[in-house]
C-alpha cells in the first residue's frame, strides 16, 4: 500500500474515494496506529486522530486517547507540532 506523507495535497481523495476531511484524517491515524503500510508510528497515528478530532470526527478523540496513553511526553508534544505545522500548510 501506498504512504501518504503530509504534503500530499488533496486528503479528500487520498484514500481513492472522496470523504469528509476530518474521516479521512482518521482513517490515515487507523492506518499508523495498526501499523497496515509497515511499523507502527504512534507519533503520526496521534497527530492524524488529533486532526481528525479537530474536523469533526466523532471517533478520533477517543483513538487519540487510547494512543497517548502509550506515549511519552516527548512524543505526544512531538505529534501536536507535527499537527499545528499540518494546519499551518494545509
Request: charged share 25%; proline share 1%.
Amino acid at each position: 500500500m501506498a504512504r501518504f506523507e503530509l504534503l500530499d495535497g488533496d486528503f479528500g481523495t487520498a484514500l481513492g474515494v472522496a470523504a469528509p476531511m476530518g474521516e479521512t484524517l482518521f482513517a490515515m491515524g487507523l492506518r499508523y496506529a495498526s501499523g497496515r503500510d509497515g511499523e507502527t508510528d504512534i507519533v503520526s497515528a496521534h497527530m492524524y486522530f488529533n486532526l481528525a478530532d479537530q474536523m469533526g470526527a466523532e471517533e478520533a478523540s477517543v483513538h487519540r486517547q487510547d494512543v497517548a496513553a502509550m506515549m511519552t511526553k516527548a512524543e505526544i508534544g512531538r505529534a501536536l507540532r507535527l499537527a499545528r505545522e499540518w494546519l499551518a500548510r494545509n
